[in-house]
């Protein structure tokens, strides 16, 4: 039997899981690591804390003995957007930079030549030009330390710095390209106008190579210090979202993936990319070779329950709330209140684009209690949703079903929310603790090994059950006056 493996290199966690070649889950571990937060609106991390994450995730999963004997591959899920410019000998010049720094909105803010290239930005790289997500980090580098900025020799991102390290061999790949604002996701290669703008070019990148593709094997150190016994290839990955959307079992353009966590991502493929430079869809280039993603995101939905759990109710962790919640899930269902919660605590990013806007409640009663104000979380943020599934609808894309992963269907109560709200048919999956974007990567590292002949082939195997949850009938005309409201 032969077992593959995938890893996420997430925001704060590194997990994996490994299966075998009949598709069976043989293990999964999971560690934290830390950001450093040094200034305000600065984010960073140690890049040796991913290479160390892995390596030590990697030593949990393969302690079955068959699983060292015969482990043939492993692919990468990761954050996207997060650059580490490195020297000639590849060692970080500055701590990796995420993809939540904003420490270049000063400088956006008053550079005009800059403010004029959002929407060419935006229709090269399906991104606006924003203060976080690689380009400003990187452009404030420039700016504030030249003498690190002039000795950079490679700018890497998690996902091809990692693979660096694994195997001395790096590429990038296509959906984390598509998320740095430095690709060009309709010509396929980097952009040589931005890469001007900031006095780089093509060579300062990794070369670009599909996902599923091979990039070289686990160096011997590793090997043995885990003690595996065969040569472990490495094969290209991709970003988070992607991956758990092939972790779901989203290989086609005719279903829908709804990541929930502290931000809230939709999921669409598409076979070409989509552009709306009123609502700002992010396109990008998908896992699949020639297919598109479509990317739109909730920043503040998961934040916003964490928000009232941590400092409104003053619980020391949303799980003890939660499990006050669900001890009776019915009362929360049966609450019908006129109470609106705009999901805007980190202003309103679409469709309708207005970052000063902010969270409110509206039509508060002296009568209403935490019950009350939680039910208008969830369902705020349920008509957030549902203006953002309006727009997909405006499109052409009829949609009549999606797939929930994440921390909402961990509730009893949310997914029918989301159902009834948006008059859809939700699929959860039934084991709601699994990891998709794991999953999604070791689908990726058995199909690019030859283990399977396509990367349906490989979902079949590792397929991920959902059950149904339908719209209830009762609720819809409730939901269409209050979402009126909203």
């Given amino acids: 039997m032969e077992y593959f493996a995938g890893i996420d290199v997430g925001t704060s966690n590194i997990k ?17 690591y830390n950001s450093f937060s040094p200034k305000n609106n600065y984010h960073e991390q140690d ?3 991913w290479y160390e994450g892995v390596i030590k995730v990697l030593s949990k ?12 591959a492993i692919s990468l899920s990761t954050q996207g957007g997060t650059i580490v410019p490195v020297d000639k000998n590849f060692n970080p010049l500055y701590n990796a930079i995420t993809w939540l720094d904003r420490r270049g909105s000063e400088i956006l803010e ?8 959002n929407i060419e930005f935006y229709y090269k790289t399906g991104w606006r030009l924003d203060t976080n997500m690689s380009f400003m980090p990187l452009f404030w580098l420039k700016e504030n330390k030249p003498e690190i900025f002039k000795k950079i020799y490679k700018i890497f991102f998690v996902n091809d710095y990692l693979l660096m390290r694994l195997t001395g061999k790096y590429y990038q790949d296509p959906s984390n390209s598509s998320i740095t604002l430095f690709y060009n996701i309709t010509k396929n290669c980097w952009d040589k106008e931005i890469l001007d703008l900031i006095n780089l070019n093509e060579e300062n990148f990794s070369e670009v190579k599909d ?4 990039i070289g094997y686990l160096n011997n150190s590793i090997s043995s210090k885990l003690g595996l016994k065969n040569k472990v290839i490495l094969i290209n990955g991709g970003h988070d979202q992607y991956c758990s959307s092939v972790g779901a079992g989203i290989l086609d353009t005719n279903e829908m993936l709804l990541a929930t966590g502290t ?14 430079s009123k609502s700002f869809f992010a396109p990008g280039r998908s896992v699949i070779k020639d297919k598109f993603g479509l990317i739109y995101s909730i920043p503040a939905a998961g934040a916003s329950i964490k928000w009232f759990a941590l400092n409104i109710m003053l619980f020391k962790n949303e799980k003890k709330f939660f499990n006050l919640i669900d001890s009776d899930p019915d009362k929360l269902a049966d609450i019908k209140n006129n109470i609106i919660f705009h999901p805007y605590l980190t202003g309103n990013f679409g469709p309708d684009f207005d970052i000063s806007k902010k969270a409110s409640f509206l039509n508060v009663e002296i009568g209403h209690n935490y019950l009350d104000f939680l039910k208008s979380i ?26 929930i992963v994440g921390g909402c269907t961990k509730d009893k109560v949310w997914p029918s929310i989301i159902a009834d709200i948006n008059n859809i048919d939700v699929l959860i999956p039934q084991d709601i603790n699994q990891d998709l974007a794991t999953k999604g990567a070791a689908i990726i590292a058995g199909w690019g090994a030859g283990l399977f ?4 082939d490989a979902y079949k195997k590792l397929k991920t059950n959902f059950k149904l949850i339908k719209p209830n009938e009762l609720n819809l005309r409730f939901y269409n006056k209050k979402y009126n409201l909203f």
């Fill in 16 to 32: 994996g899981s490994v299966y075998s070649a009949d598709g069976n889950l043989i293990n999964t571990a999971r560690m934290s």
């Fill in 47 to 49: 890049p040796n804390d």
């Fill in 61 to 72: 999963l393969c302690v079955n003995k068959s699983v060292k004997t015969n482990l043939k």
């Fill in 110 to 117: 008053t550079n005009k030549k800059l403010l004029s290239k």
């Fill in 211 to 214: 996902s599923g593709e091979f």
């Fill in 263 to 276: 931000a809230w991502i939709v999921f669409k493929m598409t076979e070409d990319p989509i552009f709306d």
């Fill in 378 to 403: 969830m369902e705020g943020i349920g008509f957030q949703l549902r203006k953002i599934l309006n727009i997909y609808n405006e499109k052409g894309m009829d949609i009549n079903k999606i797939k």
């Fill in 453 to 456: 002949p396509t990367i349906n």
